[in-house]
């Protein structure tokens, strides 16, 4: 494509985007200075059209970007505008207001994304198992009734309300605690089973029923952190757009999303699509692998290998998304611990401006984290002094 189509071409998908209404060769030359007549114009226009990078509506004389025009553009056209900084200001109070726990970081981040945006977000909570214990605690809060809370290499705090025998007293279930974290602290949440907890019924001197109950709950508190959770907000957004007024293509989109599941498999496919582009862009070389390291902590990367990736239309392997466009970012927690978050909107938004915000959210939110995960391991360390 020359200089002169790709004009033309940025210009016609400005302002579908701004207008969602087909472009004419007569808008462009009264909004646009471009140097050429409306002739020349209307002359590349149909050889975009031959080229497949615009369609025409039947019942218009103006043309509108396809999923290929939409992807030129962001590969080549687009730019991406600097956070103000009372909108960065804004994000970083936003995920500050007394949030201590990750998948509440995560889920506020999600619902601020959504908000500036007016698309809808979705984040995955990271992906626990490679991550070791540091602590598991069991503490009673009524006969019957305990919580066992779960400190991960990563400094991420998880708890989780269960049952266990009413018999048992305090005393005899900080014994229970004790043991298993003597067995299981060190090990990979993957590495652990079952069997491996309950190894250690031997050495408590209870009954036997008791004790494999608290086991039994404390493994399914363990496995319930390498759980994805799916966080969604902002669906109720997108109806003010006017590409869902058509109502089977809103309903074909709602289905989709409601599967919920099947957008998180999506996402963390294309983040492994993503490292395995840059990768074998890469060829070995050594300033490349250091890129390949960068993306997998989620910072910005030159333009050739960028840190988010972009689905337009077709491209999105998700029945009733045909019309959409999908744009993801990898946030990290600690060295080994990531997620993704993203939006998911119409084809017609301004992808510039969108992937700046999430890119800002991304980095907030590492930020957020590292704090809290700061003050968890000052914590920690305080409560070994005092134990000593």
Same mark, same amino acid.
């Given at each position: ?100 726990? @990750?998948?509440?970081?995560? !889920?506020?981040?999600?619902? /601020?994304?959504? +908000? =500036?945006?007016?698309? #809808? ?99 399914? @508190?363990?496995?319930?952190? !390498?759980?994805?959770?799916? /966080?969604?907000? +902002? =669906?109720?957004?997108? #109806? ?149």
């Amino acid at each position: 494509m020359d200089d002169r189509k790709r004009q033309i071409l940025k210009a016609i998908v400005d302002d579908y985007v701004e207008t969602a209404e087909p472009v004419g060769s007569k808008s462009l030359v009264t909004r646009h200075k471009l140097g050429f007549s409306s002739a020349t114009i209307r002359h590349e226009m149909a050889e975009l059209e031959e080229m497949g990078y615009l369609e025409k509506p039947h019942t218009s004389a103006g043309r509108m970007p396809s999923d290929k025009g939409y992807r030129a553009y962001v590969d080549n056209m687009m730019s991406l505008p600097e956070i103000s900084s009372d909108d960065a200001s804004a994000i970083r109070q936003y995920l500050a207001n007394n949030l201590d726990e @990750a998948r509440a970081l995560i !889920e506020r981040a999600a619902e /601020y994304l959504a +908000g =500036k945006t007016d698309y #809808l977000s979705v984040a995955l909570s990271p992906k626990y198992s490679d991550s070791s214990l540091e602590q598991i605690k069991i503490m009673m809060i009524e006969p019957g009734r305990a919580i066992v809370v779960l400190v991960l290499s990563a400094g991420v705090v998880h708890d989780r309300l269960i049952r266990i025998p009413s018999m048992l007293d305090e005393a005899q279930l900080d014994g229970i605690a004790r043991a298993v974290e003597r067995c299981l602290v060190g090990k990979k949440l993957d590495d652990i089973t079952l069997v491996t907890v309950s190894s250690v019924a031997d050495e408590i001197g209870l009954p036997e029923a008791l004790v494999n109950q608290v086991l039994f709950e404390a493994y399914v @508190a363990i496995k319930q952190t !390498e759980k994805i959770e799916v /966080y969604m907000d +902002g =669906k109720h957004r997108l #109806l003010k757009h006017p590409e869902f007024r058509d109502v089977e293509r809103a309903n074909r989109f709602y289905n989709a999303v409601h599967e919920e599941h099947m957008v998180a498999g999506y996402m963390m496919d294309m983040k492994e699509e993503m490292e395995e582009e840059i990768a074998q862009n890469c060829d070995f070389d050594l300033d490349c692998v250091e890129e390949l390291q960068k993306a997998d902590r989620g910072l910005s990367l030159p333009e050739t290998h960028p840190s988010y990736m972009v689905r337009i239309g077709q491209e999105i392997a998700l029945s009733g998304m045909e019309d959409m466009s999908f744009i993801t970012t990898t946030y990290r927690i600690g060295k080994k611990i990531s997620g993704q978050i993203g939006v998911i909107g119409p084809k017609r938004m301004q992808y510039g401006t969108i992937i700046s915000q999430i890119s800002f959210v991304n980095k907030a939110l590492g930020e957020a984290v590292g704090r809290q995960y700061a003050r968890n391991g000052e914590e920690k360390r305080k409560q070994r002094e005092h134990d000593e």
